[in-house]
């Protein structure tokens, strides 16, 4: 980016954050380098690969901001302050290693809610914000909702284990879905598990110990896989229900109509509706015409892996540009960042340099 254009997109920057002060927030700025260790979990493994990492002699290691969630979510859950609205604009830091065209340094322009009275209207306030400061760019919406993929995770009819396996996966969806075919009996065991799992004394040929795990570790694993093998396949029925949650493509005020059918077979998500619903009417109340706006089943599940609710982004017709503007629902995050004090919590952010380039400014 050229120094020209890197002034008129902090300029820019600068506009969209006092449009989301103009709503409330108030401004806040965070370090560039943060804490790596457990911080850097909380993103999920994409971000996780593409960050910048670097280690400071008194600090430890540390990463070129990722984003500003996290360390936005750590300032909050220190002050307590309730509901509160943050702003911020600065650069984030991701490597690029599939696309060279991509930046790998980039302003974000964020607005941030800290607000549990009402979720839904806090999901409609941030997305009509971010709406707002896009103006009249012509833009694809679309969105998703993780909480609906976790309830109907939760809810399956099988084991503990295999839902928790299945609940860490929703943002991998190869692994997922051979997590699924494996689980509900669609591929078959391989031979040499098989062979492993039915052995009496599996050590027997093992030789000796040279791997990094203890031989307990792998007793225990065995166990795991005994007892998973022992439990009954995922029902056809549930399989195919979860495979029309995902595959789900509609318009909003359809795709109510269409959950609430697949809610009478599996009532796990049921909660999870309700809560769309009273997003729709919320987003309604503020504007956005909810017959035109997608849903997307798996829309959301290959980015960051603290979204836990309504997930959005704004696409230009161009397929090759990245999101101009995403955003979502974290509530877990606060939690972990909280020591388990949770304050439901939503945002999204606008890359000016995306708008600019949008305008033809730059
Ligand atoms: N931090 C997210 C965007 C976001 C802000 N608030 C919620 N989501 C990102 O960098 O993609």
Known sequence: MTPETLIAVLAEADRLRDGFAARGALVVQTDVLQPAGTLLDLYGEDIRGRSY?????????????????VPVVQMHMASHALPARYTYAGKVFRKQDQDPSRANEFVQVGFEVFDGSNPAKADAEVFAAIRDGLGDLPLR??????????????????????????????????????????????????????????????????GPEIGLRSRREVEARIATLRTDAATPPISREELALLDTLMGL????????????????????????VTRLRARLDALDALGVDVSALEFEGSYGRTTLEYYDGFVFGFYAADPLMPPVAT????????????????????????????????????
Do not use: C, N
């Not at 070129?64 to 969630?69: A, E, N, Y």
């Not at 005020?253 to 599996?266: E, F």
């Open 249 to 272: 493509r509609e318009t909003s005020d359809h795709v109510l109509s269409r959950l609430r059918d697949i809610a009478v077979d599996m009532p796990a998500i049921g909660p999870a």
């Open 53 to 69: 990492l670097t280690s400071d002699p008194v600090q430890g290691e540390m990463v070129l901001r990722p984003d500003f969630t």
């Open 141 to 206: 919406a679309a969105t998703g909702d993780i909480g609906i993929l976790m309830a109907a995770v939760a809810g399956l009819r099988t084991s503990q284990p295999r839902k928790d396996a299945l609940a860490r996966h929703i943002w991998r969806p190869r692994r997922f879905r051979t997590l699924l075919d494996r689980f509900g009996g669609r591929s078959p065991v391989p031979p040499s598990r098989a062979a492993l799992l039915g052995a009496d004394d599996p050590f027997a040929a093992a």
């Open 327 to 362: 955003g979502g629902r974290y509530d877990a995050l606060t939690a972990r960042l909280g020591d388990g004090a949770a304050v439901p919590a939503v945002g999204g952010v606008i890359r000016p340099d995306l708008v600019l380039a949008l305008r033809g400014a730059v």
